[in-house]
């Protein structure tokens, strides 16, 4: 029992976003065929009821990894039944084909991160990333698979206003967002992106009061060490599954 978070498709991303230390490059289409069978067989050997699959970018693959992602969701169903499943997805260039493929896998929670709000998206993620494109993306999921929890993730303290953070937790509820979380951005080192702000956890708290009170979320992790797979299985299996699959 338990829950644990994995990366597929390797450790270096295509992309070149200024918060995160994950190594950028060209994998020139490398892709380890054997991951999901090896993938499933460490999570059903160590009995974990709740998994994230997470990714880097991979624009060198036609379909972004898309395919690839599906196949390590099916086999891990296939080699752990009644397992729940979280997918952090990259954005496959906003094609909808891939989130598809996705879907198709049957996960549970599929996430996109927003990361921050509107004015700040190209100054804090990579230019082929998009606010307004992952707001579609989340959308798309929630319309094509009404059964699957979505979820989002925004940094604070780089520099965004209090009218910007709910204006951004807004646009997500109104594509149809279920799950949020809301963590501190901590500068990862001196080459990335500098903290602006450090937010208190009273400031954190009314968010996610605000999130779940107001907006209507069906839950809200928020607090300054809250990343974006938070204590995933604990409040999605115990909190919201069980009512959500009435």
């Not at 390797?10 to 200024?18: F, L, Y």
């Not at 992952?134 to 989002?152: N, R, V």
């Not at 009061?209 to 992790?221: S, T, V």
């Amino acid at each position: 029992m338990g829950t644990a978070t994995f990366m597929v498709m390797g450790d270096v991303c295509t992309r070149g976003c200024r918060f995160c230390a994950v190594s950028t490059g060209n994998p020139n289409g490398w892709l380890d065929e054997e991951e999901p069978m090896k993938l499933a067989q460490t999570i059903r050997q160590a009995s974990w009821d709740y998994v994230v699959i997470t990714s880097v970018d991979r624009d060198d693959l036609p379909d972004g990894g898309a395919a690839h992602i599906a196949r390590c969701i099916a086999e891990v169903k296939r080699q752990s039944p009644g397992i729940r499943i979280e997918v952090l997805i990259p954005d496959f260039r906003g094609q909808v084909a891939g989130i598809q493929t996705v879907l198709d896998a049957g996960p549970d929670v599929l996430a996109q991160n927003i990361e921050t709000v509107e004015r700040l998206t190209h100054t804090v993620r990579d230019r082929r990333a998009g606010y307004q494109q992952t707001l579609d993306m989340l959308q798309y999921a929630k319309q094509a698979a009404p059964k699957c929890l979505t979820k989002s993730s925004i940094m604070l303290g780089l520099g965004e206003t209090d009218d910007e953070i709910l204006q951004c937790m807004q646009d997500l509820r109104a594509h149809g967002v279920d799950l949020l979380t809301l963590g501190q951005y901590l500068q990862p080192n001196e080459k990335l992106l500098p903290v602006e702000s450090y937010v208190t956890p009273e400031k954190f708290e009314y968010w996610g009061r605000i999130a779940e009170k107001e907006l209507g979320f069906l839950y809200c992790a928020s607090g300054p060490l809250v990343r974006s797979s938070y204590r995933a299985g604990e409040f999605f299996i115990k909190k919201i599954l069980q009512e959500y699959s009435l």
